[in-house]
C-alpha cells in the first residue's frame, strides 16, 4: 500500500474513532443532563420525526411498521458513521475544516435536543460535551507526529511516531467505549419497570361483560379475540420511551373550566374503576392491515373527571398532551355522550406496559388512536377546535375520525395452497361503537354470502365471522365486506389512509389443489 492509501485510511479511522467518542461522551452526559432524549442521535432522530414529512412517515409505518423506529436509528447511524469517516479524511490535510465538521455535529444535535418538546437548556449539555471531546480526539489522532532523525554521518530523515498514535488511539477507543457503555447503564436507572411491577391495580367497581363462549373461532391462524400485550400493535412518535415513575405522575385538567383539576397516580387508582373489552385501532391501518388489537383495559371514567372539573359551554375539545409534548385532540362530545370513555391505567389484567402509555393513557370507543388514545398522558386542556390544533391534525389529517367498519380474511392467507373440499374461510370485522351486524363474502365475484358471526361481549370489539366453502381446484379470489349497526356497508371504494382512514374490500387470492 502507497503512502496515500495509507494516509487516508489513517484519517478514516481517526474520524471513525473521534465519531465513537463523541457519541459515548455524550451518552455518559446524557445520564446527567437532559437523559435519553438528549442524547444527539436520539434527539435528532425526534426532530427528524417532527419535521418528516407525514406521507414519508406513512411510508414508514406501512413498511417497517413497529421497526420503523429501528430503521430511522439505524440510518442515521450510518449517515453519521459516514460522515464521520469523510471528516476524519479531511481534516488529515485540513485539521481546522475537520474540527469544525465536528463543531456542525455538536450545533445540530444541541439544536435538535433544545427544541424537543421536552427540551429544557440542559438538553444541549450532551451534544456540546460530545463534540468537545470528538474534537480533541480528533485533533490528537491526526495530529502531525513525524519527527527528524539526524544519522551520525549528518543526513537527515523523517519517521513518525507510531507508537504514539497506537496509543492514542487506543485510549480514544477506550474512552468512547467506557463512557458510552457507562451512559447506558446510568441512563437505565431511570426505568420504571420496576415501579410498574408494583402498581397494585384496584379491583373494578363495574366489571366487564364476560367475553362469550365462541367469541373465538377456533382455526389454525385465526387472529386471537384478546390480543396479547406482547403482540399489540405499537404506533407512536416517540424514539425512546418514556419513563415516568407513578410517584411523579400528575394530570392536569385546565382550561375552559370551572376549576382546575390536579391527580396523582393515587388518586387516579381511588376513583372507580371501569374495566372494558375496547378494539383500538390506527388511522395507519391498511384494508388488510395489523393495526388493530382489542384488550382489557381497566381505567377511570374520562366523563366524570370533566364533570368535576366543570366544562364550560362553548367548548368542543379536550386537547390532551403526552409527557413527550405529543398531542392529540378529541371531540368532547364522543367523551360525554355515554360510550366509556377512559383514563386507563390497567391493559389485560397488568399496569399499561411502556410502550402502551404507563402510567395512564386515554382510550375513547369508535375512534382512531390519533384523535383518542393518548400515551402517558399528562395534561387534559378543555378547549375549542378553533383554538388548538394536534400533532396529526396539524398534518392534514381529520379533527373528526371515527373508526371505519372493515373486516378481514384472516384465514386461508393470502397466496396460500388449501385442498379442494370444505374449506373454512375465516377472519375479523370491526365497527367499533356501532358493531358489526353482517359479514359477507364472495368467491370470484359470484354471489354474495352471509358469514356466520361470532358472538361478541358488546358493541365496542372486533367480531369474527367464518363461512364454509366448498373450494374446487384453480386460483380463487375471496372477497369480505361487513355491515356495521347503523346498517351502513363498508364501501368498496379503496380510499387511501389521508386524512380519515382508509376503505375498500379486503381479498385474498388462494390455491385451491
Ligand atoms: N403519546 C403518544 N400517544 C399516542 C401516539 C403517539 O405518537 N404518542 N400515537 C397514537 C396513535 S396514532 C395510535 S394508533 C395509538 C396506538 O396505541 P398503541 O401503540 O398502544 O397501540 O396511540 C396513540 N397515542
Ligand atoms: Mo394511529
Given at each position: 500500500?502507497?503512502?496515500?492509501?495509507?494516509?487516508?485510511?489513517?484519517?478514516?479511522?481517526?474520524?471513525?474513532?473521534?465519531?465513537?467518542?463523541?457519541?459515548?461522551?455524550?451518552?455518559?452526559?446524557?445520564?446527567?443532563?437532559?437523559?435519553?432524549?438528549?442524547?444527539?442521535?436520539?434527539?435528532?432522530?425526534?426532530?427528524?420525526?417532527?419535521?418528516?414529512?407525514?406521507?414519508?412517515?406513512?411510508?414508514a409505518i406501512r413498511h417497517f411498521g413497529t421497526n420503523d423506529k429501528l430503521v430511522l436509528l439505524m440510518s442515521l447511524g450510518v449517515g453519521i458513521g459516514i460522515l464521520a469517516l469523510v471528516i476524519g479524511i479531511v481534516a488529515k490535510r485540513y485539521l481546522k475544516v475537520g474540527l469544525a465538521g465536528f463543531a456542525a455535529f455538536g450545533v445540530i444535535g444541541a439544536v435538535a435536543a433544545v427544541t424537543r418538546p421536552t427540551g429544557g437548556w440542559t438538553t444541549v449539555i450532551p451534544?456540546?460535551?460530545?463534540?468537545?471531546?470528538?474534537?480533541?480526539?480528533?485533533?490528537?489522532?491526526v495530529r502531525d507526529r513525524s519527527y527528524v532523525i539526524t544519522s551520525e554521518n549528518g543526513e537527515t530523515s523523517t519517521d513518525t511516531d507510531r507508537r504514539s498514535l497506537l496509543v492514542t488511539g487506543a485510549g480514544a477507543v477506550a474512552v468512547g467505549g467506557v463512557s458510552g457503555l457507562g451512559g447506558e447503564l446510568l441512563l437505565k436507572r431511570d426505568n420504571v419497570d420496576s415501579a410498574?411491577?408494583?402498581?397494585?391495580?384496584?379491583?373494578?367497581?363495574s366489571l366487564a361483560k364476560p367475553v362469550p363462549k365462541g367469541a373465538q373461532i377456533r382455526l389454525p391462524g385465526m387472529t386471537p379475540f384478546v390480543t396479547p400485550n406482547k403482540d399489540f400493535y405499537r404506533v407512536d412518535t416517540a424514539l425512546t420511551l418514556p419513563q415516568i415513575s407513578p410517584r411523579d405522575w400528575r394530570l392536569r385538567i385546565h382550561g375552559m373550566v370551572?376549576?382546575?383539576?390536579?391527580?396523582?397516580?393515587?388518586?387516579?387508582?381511588?376513583?372507580?374503576?371501569?374495566?372494558?373489552?375496547?378494539?383500538?385501532?390506527?388511522?395507519?391501518?391498511?384494508?388488510?392491515?395489523?393495526?388493530?388489537?382489542?384488550?382489557r383495559w381497566l381505567g377511570a371514567s374520562l366523563a366524570?373527571?370533566?364533570?368535576?372539573?366543570?366544562?364550560?359551554s362553548g367548548a368542543d375539545q379536550i386537547l390532551s398532551r403526552s409527557s413527550d409534548g405529543f398531542t392529540i385532540s378529541t371531540p368532547i362530545e364522543t367523551i360525554m355522550d355515554g360510550r366509556d370513555a377512559l383514563l386507563a391505567v390497567g391493559m389485560n389484567g397488568e399496569a399499561l406496559p411502556v410502550a402502551h402509555g404507563f402510567p395512564a393513557r386515554m382510550i375513547v370507543p369508535e375512534?382512531?388512536?390519533?384523535?383518542?388514545?393518548?400515551?402517558?398522558?399528562?395534561?387534559?386542556k378543555v378547549t375549542r377546535f378553533a383554538t388548538d390544533k394536534a400533532y396529526w391534525t396539524k398534518r392534514r389529517y381529520a379533527d373528526h375520525a371515527p373508526i371505519k367498519t372493515l373486516s378481514r380474511i384472516d384465514v386461508p392467507q393470502s397466496f396460500a395452497r388449501v385442498k379442494a373440499g370444505r374449506v373454512p374461510v375465516a377472519g375479523t370485522a370491526w365497527a367499533q361503537h356501532r358493531g358489526i351486524d353482517l359479514v359477507e363474502v364472495r368467491i370470484d365475484n359470484g354471489p354474495w354470502r352471509r358469514a356466520?358471526?361470532?358472538?361478541?361481549?358488546?358493541?365496542?370489539?372486533?367480531?369474527?365471522?367464518?363461512?364454509?366453502?366448498?373450494a374446487t381446484p384453480g386460483s380463487h379470489r375471496l372477497e369480505v365486506r361487513a355491515t356495521d349497526g347503523t346498517g351502513a356497508v363498508q364501501p368498496s371504494k379503496r380510499v387511501p389512509v389521508i386524512p380519515d382512514g382508509a376503505t375498500g374490500w379486503h381479498s385474498v387470492v388462494v390455491t385451491v389443489i
Open positions: 500500500m502507497n503512502a496515500k492509501w495509507i494516509g487516508l485510511l489513517a484519517g478514516a479511522a481517526a474520524g471513525a474513532v473521534a465519531g465513537g467518542v463523541a457519541l459515548g461522551v455524550a451518552e455518559l452526559f446524557a445520564a446527567f443532563a437532559g437523559g435519553a432524549q438528549a442524547s444527539p442521535l436520539i434527539a435528532v432522530g425526534s426532530a427528524g420525526i417532527t419535521l418528516t414529512p407525514e406521507w414519508l412517515k406513512e411510508f451534544s456540546i460535551a460530545g463534540c468537545l471531546a470528538g474534537m480533541v480526539a480528533l485533533f490528537l489522532l410498574r411491577k408494583a402498581v397494585r391495580l384496584p379491583r373494578a367497581a370551572d376549576h382546575v383539576v390536579e391527580l396523582s397516580f393515587d388518586d387516579l387508582l381511588k376513583r372507580p374503576m371501569l374495566e372494558r373489552d375496547i378494539t383500538l385501532s390506527c388511522v395507519s391501518n391498511q384494508v388488510g392491515g395489523r393495526y388493530a388489537g382489542n384488550a366524570d373527571l370533566l364533570r368535576q372539573a366543570g366544562v364550560r375512534l382512531y388512536g390519533y384523535v383518542s388514545a393518548t400515551k402517558w398522558v399528562v395534561d387534559l356466520e358471526l361470532a358472538p361478541v361481549p358488546g358493541l365496542d370489539t372486533w367480531r369474527q365471522w367464518v363461512l364454509e366453502w366448498d
